[in-house]
């Protein structure tokens, strides 16, 4: 049989890694003349640029007469390029961010002539169950990845991978690396390397990528493969591409694989690296939040108040965040001086959608009918009615004061109130005129907001306001609301479910161990020393009020300072911590804010969480879906004697929640920003949720959990002590106690925690609210009346984001059904008016015919299925 070997010439750009991206933009900017120059010139046939789109859009932002060059070699398809804007992380950035990867790598790619229609994600550290379903979303039957994929599933090259919705992509498992050929530059043991690529292939044609991070133009290809194909017999090495591989191995007889795959059978997968750089993820998942659940559905509700819709402004923060989401960056696993450029660029990103988000509201809450000085404006930028407990500020001349609604009295809670002065600042204070001061007041407000609206209160002076008192000195450590109880007493948290009338003895604990790893694995060290943090010492504070409750704790926990006294079991090191556990009216959830000023080394903190439950199985969201894992891999105990890269400890990504359940009783644990649970414990009826982890070196080598050379660069050790996290950290996450687990629910419980209501007070006292305060803005001509939308009110599916569609009127709504084993009907979509419709994919291409109706069915959701609706009311 004549074998075919499909030579893939390409590179492998990391964005950044231990070097920083401007290091490597200088190599860029010559390898790409080295390119143009092989393929115009016909020394190499065909080149990939790595799947992304985000290097060419740095390089022709400084090359911009480039653009010809690489326009002619993309359209007639020698050089390909996209589909990506950044090679992504799928485990533990949201759904909507791959989405708006592609969006924005497809359209930069277009801009070029084109992209390459395969889902090209070569090093990648684990792959979603869900990337089918986004990649057919897109139009995209083809995929190319490295790493994760089982023995156990499959031991092919080539494969049909699906969805639980039906979706399916044809992959090309490149289970030696995208490195492997290098071995026809640099080797001439022509029949091992063949060999090796012919292992799993399901049939004639082999695919050998030559290639590597960073790698310069191979001008002597062509010569070695004519070398290899002399010296081969019933072989051909031939210049190829990828698209040109899939249609040679489509008819092959090839297995079908399901699920998600973070397997270390075959290749590392650093399954601990959810943890490494907390601060990098709570500041992702901070911004994420808020340009999905804010900042997009805010602007659609903007242009219909006359705003205009500014996509390229969306575009800079998803690119800012996209670059953040290449999977070394995501992941964390990078030099210090490289850490600290994605952390600027995650405080460039904060600062914008902060930004647009408060101009937004201020905008069109000065536009509205009938302004009035010391209005406060709450938003919902949701598309369901939203009830819940907000926390506010707002600015008055007088020191007491009252809310109206309509008309009507409305309650709140007047946390703090402290005086400012508002004239000239002198540097004598004395000299300050006394009579200009004006007040600030911590409020708590129950709000109810229709969908994608707002509401309006009246803040007027007022010495009998109906709010209610803030109790700062209770009779015993207990706080309630209608949901629970929660008791501290002999050091232990006591939780009581006031619904079921059942009690849960120490229900919440913490825990630090030592760690040896580095920036991609959790390692124990070989002599640990693993200890509970109670909070027996703790000084605790209660504030029981109507609106919310909290248990305030603070105190001193003492560990190891280092991995020396943890060798000797000394712990001298002070951890000083704040905890503070809120019960609001609405949401209810046990909402947890923990605060640590961190300056020991080498070691891992998490949260305990102690379910009533013996667990097999927990459960966990994932981009577009969930997904049900085991508590424990059956491979622990001959992992070795298997040839495993990695120890196939039971740690896992999450996205924004954790679940443990049985007949009865359902847990749930969400979180802002903490990416990795693992259920520990006799019975593993505990979720532990690792807060952060403290490490000093990028890789280190023969690790507990990873043998063998050290991750990343096995020949050079690199220091990195700011991954230590010596500096205050900040965690948050809620506990939810339900009767059943029902995933669609739990994602909207999950935005009723995790998702403010942007507010806007009108008022000239205080200008220094926000940056945007200080500066004048012009209300628009056309007065802003109450907005009336769409509202998912009765749709049993999730919300997943809301946008607008360019180059034509209309937005987006998507939804999704996150069961991953039960269809489900969906619902419908509720309008104000008549409104036009289609079902459309990923990209906005159109899959329906166009309906109108003042109600749009969405019909029955396959599991895990995903719809985009275009609406134009």
């Known amino acids: 049989m004549q074998r075919k070997v499909h030579v893939i010439h390409h590179t492998h750009w990391d964005f950044e890694w231990y070097f920083t991206t401007n290091e490597s933009f200088v190599q860029l900017a010559y390898h790409l003349d080295e390119v143009m120059e092989a393929l115009e010139e016909n020394q190499i046939d065909y080149y990939l640029m790595d799947g992304q789109m985000s ?84 139009g995209i039957q083809e995929a190319v990845f490295w790493r994760g994929v089982p023995n156990e599933s499959t031991t092919k090259r080539e494969f049909h991978w699906n969805a639980e919705d ?55 290809l062509r010569e070695r493969m004519e070398l290899y194909n002399q010296s081969l017999s019933n072989t051909d090495l031939i210049e190829s591409n990828y698209a040109l591989f899939f249609d040679a191995i489509r008819e092959n007889d090839l297995p079908t694989v399901t699920g998600e795959f973070i397997s270390s059978s075959v290749s590392k997968i650093h399954r601990s690296i959810y943890s490494s750089r907390y601060d990098h993820k709570y500041l992702n998942d901070k911004v994420e939040r808020r340009m999905i659940y804010q900042a997009e559905p805010l602007m659609v509700m903007a242009e219909k108040c006359g705003i205009p819709y500014k996509k390229g402004l969306l575009d800079r923060i998803w690119k800012l965040l996209n670059k953040n989401h290449a999977h070394d960056s995501a992941g964390g696993c990078n030099s210090d001086k490289t850490n600290q450029i994605i952390i600027d660029r995650f405080v460039e990103a904060d600062q914008l959608s902060y930004s647009l988000v408060d101009y937004l509201t201020r905008k069109i809450a000065e536009s509205r009918m009938n302004v009035s000085e010391g209005e406060l404006v709450v938003f919902n930028t949701l598309p369901w009615k939203n009830r819940k407990v907000i926390s506010c500020e707002i600015s008055t001349p007088f020191e007491a004061i009252s809310l109206k609604k309509d008309g009507r009295e409305v309650p709140f809670e007047c946390v703090k109130t402290r005086k400012e002065f508002s004239g000239s600042i002198r540097r004598e204070a004395t000299a300050e005129d006394l009579t200009n001061f004006y007040f600030i007041h911590e409020l708590l407000v129950e709000v109810e907001i229709p969908a994608l609206s707002f509401v309006t209160y009246q803040v007027v002076e007022e010495t009998n306001s109906i709010f209610y008192v803030v109790s700062k000195e209770p009779s015993a450590c207990t706080i309630e609301n209608d949901d629970y109880r929660l008791t501290f007493e002999a050091g232990e948290l006591t939780l009581f479910d006031r619904r079921k009338a059942v009690t849960y003895p ?72 704040k905890l503070e ?20 080394e080498d070691h891992r903190m998490r949260a305990l969480v102690h379910t009533p439950h013996k667990n097999r199985s927990s459960y966990t969201d994932t981009p ?51 990416k990795e649970y693992q259920f520990v414990g006799e019975h593993f009826q505990t979720i532990a949720l690792t807060l952060f982890r403290s490490v000093g070196y990028l890789g280190r080598p023969d690790l507990l959990r990873r043998p063998g050379p050290a991750s990343g660069n096995e020949f050079k050790y690199t220091p990195t002590p700011e991954s230590q996290l010596k500096k205050k950290l900040t965690f948050k996450f809620a506990l939810q106690l339900d009767s059943y687990y029902q995933p669609t629910q739990l994602t909207k419980d999950y935005l009723a925690y995790a998702i403010s209501c942007p507010y806007y007070q009108i008022q000239e006292l205080n200008r220094f609210t926000t ?25 049993e599916v999730a919300f997943s984001s809301l946008v607008k569609t360019m180059n034509e009127t209309g937005f987006d709504l998507r939804v999704y059904n996150p069961d991953f084993c039960h269809s489900v009907e969906g619902g419908r979509i509720k309008g104000t008016k008549e409104m036009s419709y289609r079902f459309v994919d990923l990209k906005g291409s159109a899959v329906s015919s166009t309906e109108k109706s003042g109600t749009i069915p969405l019909g029955t959701f396959k599991p895990g299925e995903i719809k985009t609706i275009h609406i134009i009311d």
């Open 506 to 577: 120490n229900v919440l604990t913490f825990e630090d161990s030592g760690d040896e790893g580095d920036t991609y694995d959790f390692s124990p060290p070989s002599a640990d020393d693993s200890y509970p943090l109670d909070l027996c010492e703790a000084n605790c504070q209660v504030d029981q009020n109507n609106l919310m409750s909290k248990l305030i704790f603070t105190g001193e926990w003492y560990i190891a300072k280092n991995l020396q006294e943890r060798q000797t079991k000394q712990r001298t090191q002070a951890v000083p911590y």
């Open 166 to 220: 039906g979706s399916s992509v044809l992959i090309a498992n490149i289970k030696d690396g995208y490195f492997v050929g290098v071995g026809l530059i640099y080797s001439d043991e022509a029949s091992s390397l063949i060999e090796t690529i012919s292992d799993g292939a399901t049939g004639k044609d082999l695919v050998l990528p030559v290639g590597g991070d960073q790698r310069y133009v191979d001008f002597d």
């Open 624 to 674: 577009f879906g969930t997904i049900q894992r085991p508590v424990e891999d059956r491979h622990m105990d001959d992992w070795r004697d298997l040839g495993w890269r990695e120890e196939p400890t039971a740690i896992f990504p999450m996205l924004t929640y954790v679940n443990s359940h049985d007949s009865t009783t359902s847990w749930t644990v969400f979180s802002k920003g903490i």
């Open 771 to 795: 940056a945007l305060k200080y500066f004048v803005s012009n209300p628009l001509k056309r007065k802003v009346t109450l907005p009336q939308g769409i509202a998912l009110d009765d749709c």
């Open 55 to 138: 290097i060419l859009d740095d390089y022709l932002t400084c090359f911009p007469e480039k653009k010809r060059r690489l326009m002619a070699l993309v359209k007639c398809g020698k050089l390909a390029v996209g589909p990506w804007y950044t090679q992504t992380d799928e485990l533990i950035v949201r759904g909507e961010s791959i989405v708006r990867n592609l969006n924005i790598g497809i359209d930069l790619a277009k801009s070029l002539g084109g992209y390459m229609n395969i889902g090209y994600l070569p090093d990648s550290f684990g792959q979603s169950k869900d990337m089918p379903k986004i990649y057919n979303g897109f």
């Open 581 to 600: 556990i809120a019960l609001l009216k609405e949401p209810r959830q046990i909402q947890c804010h923990l605060e640590i000023d961190n300056e020991s």
